[in-house]
């Protein structure tokens, strides 16, 4: 069955090319270029290969008489995208002359190729007429061989004027394809001068230069004379100073040291040099927070101030030591690392002196507040007995008078033991947040409820003054505080407000919620503070300078404001202050809330 089918093929295919060979026209397949790529048919009478180089072009393979109309259809042909046809084309290669069709084809095919089907097509002649008469049978015959002939001359000339016209516009394109080159080897030649004014220029600064090198290394030398000096300078400064210096190099390597160091820690040179910070005196200093802030100072250049650093070591015992540090040397970038200089201070002293002094005002604080306690006792007890015999005894006007100016005077002396007593209590707290020994009593409770009845406390101390209160109605504010130390912030924000604010200006008391953070906020119509007391006022014994108190008593011990940054910071919250001078002051806390 196999073999069958294979010599059916192999028939049909013998068939097709009988008919091609001897039925389809001549034709080739040619490309954009007139190369021919395939050829149909029998195409020797109208091809064939001229002499010389061997070249595949129609137009060079055509006979005689077939290249005007060949370019003449193919032009049409690419230009309209449709086929094109020429008739009556005459070869005059063979006698008797051939009368020829002549059809290009635009095939489809892909975008940026383009293929042609060109077809050569005999025409046959005619059915010949009947005979003529005998009267005149040589004039017919010459007459149709003459209308022939003028038929066959008219297309040659139709085919010269398209030739004629294509070599002109070839040569229009090559006359200003010609006008162009000469154009661009004008500005060639321009080009050129300017270029050699251009080197003429350029040997005259390469001259200029050379002579600025030459005083450029001279200046070069006459630097590096200076730095050298500059360096012995600050080698001679750096070995005279009595603090311990360090100078690291940007991945944390001592690079030198000064005596004072070696002096204070008991170290040799070649013990420290060229080794890590970290690993100096087997560890002592690898801190992290200190390795953070050095990589801060490294990528920042933000220098590192008073960083406390408390150990004991194994050559000299416990000390405490403040560490500043500074970027001193700025290399180009990539050119290398910069330097970094440590200086090292022993606070061990002035610690235990701190410690000491706050130790001594914490007794004396207890010695001086029992005192005042019973003399504060002894004073409302003589006030108490006074009303009493005001109240049931009927007196002169002269012991009227009397009477009304004692209980003035005790009222004013109680109030100043009150204030007596607030500042002990200050030195006391100060005292216990020094040694840490502050110790708070968090609870569960309700902030704006701590608030409210702080305020109406003071007011009723101060009913001559407006408090204004803004708090959430109907809400609840639940925060783990110690309630009491709580109300003392808020006293002590409230108080601030009324001393340091004309009596008839009202303050202003209020809270928010922002999330999941509570915000108290306590605002005056006082001068307010400039940015620099701002910063200022949070430390201890830290009194405004300029600012006048408007009401009340005086200013205190400048411990309040940094009692209340303390314990707000144990409660995990914020304090801050906003403020513009001449316009009044509002300070701030913030507490974390809780489910």
Same mark, same amino acid.
Not at 189 to 218: D, H
């Given at each position: 069955?196999?073999?069958?089918?294979?010599?059916?093929?192999?028939?049909?295919?013998?068939?097709?090319?009988?008919?091609?060979?001897?039925?389809?026209?001549?034709?080739?397949?040619?490309?954009?270029?007139?190369?021919?790529?395939?050829?149909?048919?029998?195409?020797?009478?109208?091809?064939?290969?001229?002499?010389?180089?061997?070249?595949?072009?129609?137009?060079?393979?055509?006979? &005689?008489?077939?290249?005007?109309?060949?370019?003449?259809?193919?032009?049409?042909?690419?230009?309209?995208?449709?086929?094109?046809?020429?008739?009556?084309?005459?070869?005059?290669?063979?006698?008797?002359?051939?009368?020829?069709?002549?059809?290009?084809?635009?095939?489809?095919?892909?975008?940026?190729?383009?293929?042609?089907?060109?077809?050569?097509?005999?025409?046959?002649?005619?059915?010949?007429?009947?005979?003529?008469?005998?009267?005149?049978?040589?004039?017919?015959?010459?007459?149709?061989?003459?209308?022939?002939?003028?038929? #066959?001359?008219?297309?040659?000339? #139709?085919?010269?004027?398209?030739?004629?016209?294509?070599?002109?516009?070839?040569?229009?394109?090559?006359?200003?394809?010609?006008?162009?080159?000469?154009?661009?080897?004008?500005?060639?030649?321009?080009?050129?001068?300017?270029?050699?004014?251009?080197?003429?220029?350029?040997?005259?600064?390469?001259?200029?230069?050379?002579?600025?090198?030459?005083?450029?290394?001279?200046?070069?030398?006459?630097?590096?004379?200076? $730095?050298?000096?500059?360096?012995?300078?600050?080698?001679?400064?750096?070995?005279?100073?009595?603090?311990?210096?360090?100078?690291?190099?940007?991945?944390?390597?001592?690079?030198?040291?000064?005596?004072?160091?070696?002096?204070?820690?008991?170290?040799?040179?070649?013990?420290?040099?060229?080794?890590?910070?970290?690993?100096?005196?087997?560890?002592?200093?690898?801190?992290?927070?200190?390795?953070?802030?050095?990589?801060?100072?490294?990528?920042?250049?933000?220098?590192?101030?008073?960083?406390?650093?408390?150990? /004991?070591?194994?050559? $000299?015992?416990?000390?405490?030591? +403040?560490?500043? #540090? *500074?970027?001193?040397?700025?290399?180009?970038?990539?050119?290398?690392?910069?330097?970094?200089?440590?200086?090292?201070?022993? $606070?061990?002293? !002035?610690?235990?002196?701190?410690?000491?002094?706050?130790?001594?005002?914490?007794?004396?604080?207890?010695?001086?507040? /029992?005192?005042?306690?019973?003399? *504060?006792?002894?004073?409302?007890?003589?006030?108490? !007995?006074?009303?009493?015999?005001?109240?049931?005894?009927?007196?002169?006007?002269?012991?009227?008078?009397?009477?009304?100016?004692?209980?003035?005077?005790? &009222?004013?002396?109680?109030?100043?033991?009150?204030?007596?007593?607030?500042? $002990?209590?200050?030195?006391?707290?100060?005292?216990?947040?020094?040694?840490?020994?502050?110790?708070?009593?968090?609870?569960?409770?309700?902030?704006?409820?701590?608030?409210?009845?702080?305020?109406?406390?003071?007011?009723?101390?101060?009913?001559?003054?407006?408090?204004?209160?803004?708090?959430?109605?109907?809400?609840?504010?639940?925060?783990?505080?110690?309630?009491?130390?709580?109300?003392?912030?808020? /006293?002590?924000?409230?108080?601030?407000?009324?001393?340091?604010?004309?009596?008839?200006?009202?303050?202003?008391?209020?809270?928010?919620?922002?999330?999941?953070?509570?915000?108290?906020?306590?605002?005056?119509?006082?001068?307010?503070?400039?940015?620099?007391?701002?910063?200022?006022?949070?430390?201890?014994?830290?009194?405004?300078?300029?600012?006048?108190? +408007?009401?009340?008593?005086?200013?205190?011990?400048?411990?309040?404001?940094?009692?209340?940054?303390?314990?707000?910071?144990?409660?995990?919250?914020?304090?801050?202050?906003?403020?513009?001078?001449?316009?009044?002051?509002?300070?701030?806390?913030?507490?974390?809330?809780?489910?």
């Amino acid at each position: 069955m196999l073999k069958e089918t294979t010599q059916n093929n192999d028939l049909q295919q013998e068939v097709d090319r009988l008919l091609l060979a001897s039925y389809v026209p001549a034709s080739v397949v040619v490309d954009a270029e007139m190369n021919i790529l395939q050829v149909r048919g029998h195409t020797g009478p109208y091809l064939e290969l001229a002499p010389g180089k061997t070249s595949l072009n129609l137009l060079t393979m055509a006979r &005689e008489g077939l290249r005007p109309c060949l370019r003449w259809a193919f032009s049409a042909a690419r230009k309209s995208h449709s086929p094109v046809t020429r008739e009556h084309v005459q070869v005059t290669a063979f006698d008797p002359t051939r009368e020829l069709r002549i059809t290009v084809l635009p095939l489809k095919g892909p975008p940026a190729e383009r293929y042609f089907l060109v077809l050569f097509e005999e025409e046959i002649a005619p059915a010949p007429l009947p005979a003529p008469s005998e009267e005149q049978p040589g004039r017919t015959g010459k007459r149709g061989s003459s209308a022939r002939r003028i038929a #066959a001359l008219e297309l040659e000339l #139709a085919t010269t004027r398209i030739k004629m016209q294509t070599m002109l516009e070839e040569r229009d394109a090559a006359n200003e394809e010609l006008q162009s080159a000469n154009e661009e080897i004008r500005t060639s030649n321009e080009e050129l001068q300017s270029s050699n004014e251009e080197l003429k220029t350029s040997q005259e600064e390469l001259q200029s230069a050379n002579q600025e090198l030459t005083t450029i290394n001279q200046e070069l030398a006459r630097s590096n004379e200076q $730095i050298k000096l500059a360096e012995e300078r600050t080698n001679a400064i750096v070995e005279t100073v009595r603090s311990p210096l360090v100078v690291l190099t940007n991945d944390g390597h001592i690079e030198r040291t000064n005596a004072a160091f070696h002096q204070f820690f008991q170290v040799l040179p070649q013990e420290t040099e060229g080794s890590l910070l970290s690993d100096l005196s087997n560890g002592q200093w690898n801190i992290p927070r200190l390795r953070f802030l050095l990589e801060q100072v490294s990528t920042t250049n933000e220098p590192l101030h008073d960083f406390e650093v408390e150990h /004991t070591f194994p050559r $000299i015992g416990h000390k405490i030591l +403040l560490l500043n #540090a *500074r970027r001193v040397v700025d290399e180009p970038a990539g050119a290398g690392d910069h330097l970094h200089l440590l200086a090292i201070e022993d $606070i061990t002293a !002035r610690k235990e002196l701190e410690r000491q002094k706050d130790l001594m005002l914490g007794m004396t604080s207890h010695e001086l507040k /029992t005192p005042l306690a019973a003399l *504060r006792g002894m004073l409302q007890l003589v006030q108490r !007995r006074l009303k009493r015999v005001v109240v049931t005894r009927h007196m002169p006007s002269e012991w009227g008078s009397f009477v009304k100016d004692l209980t003035k005077s005790l &009222e004013d002396s109680i109030r100043q033991i009150d204030v007596q007593t607030r500042l $002990i209590n200050d030195l006391l707290d100060v005292s216990r947040i020094t040694t840490k020994t502050l110790n708070l009593s968090p609870e569960r409770c309700d902030l704006i409820s701590i608030v409210r009845q702080t305020v109406e406390d003071l007011q009723a101390i101060a009913p001559e003054r407006s408090l204004l209160l803004a708090l959430p109605e109907h809400a609840v504010v639940p925060v783990l505080a110690d309630g009491a130390r709580i109300s003392q912030v808020v /006293t002590n924000y409230v108080t601030n407000a009324l001393r340091y604010s004309s009596p008839d200006q009202p303050v202003h008391i209020g809270l928010t919620i922002q999330e999941d953070v509570a915000r108290v906020w306590v605002r005056d119509q006082g001068p307010g503070l400039s940015e620099e007391a701002q910063t200022q006022l949070w430390q201890r014994f830290q009194q405004v300078k300029g600012v006048p108190v +408007l009401s009340g008593s005086g200013k205190g011990l400048g411990l309040g404001l940094y009692i209340c940054q303390t314990l707000i910071e144990q409660h995990q919250g914020e304090v801050g202050v906003e403020s513009t001078p001449g316009e009044g002051s509002t300070f701030w806390f913030t507490l974390p809330m809780i489910t």
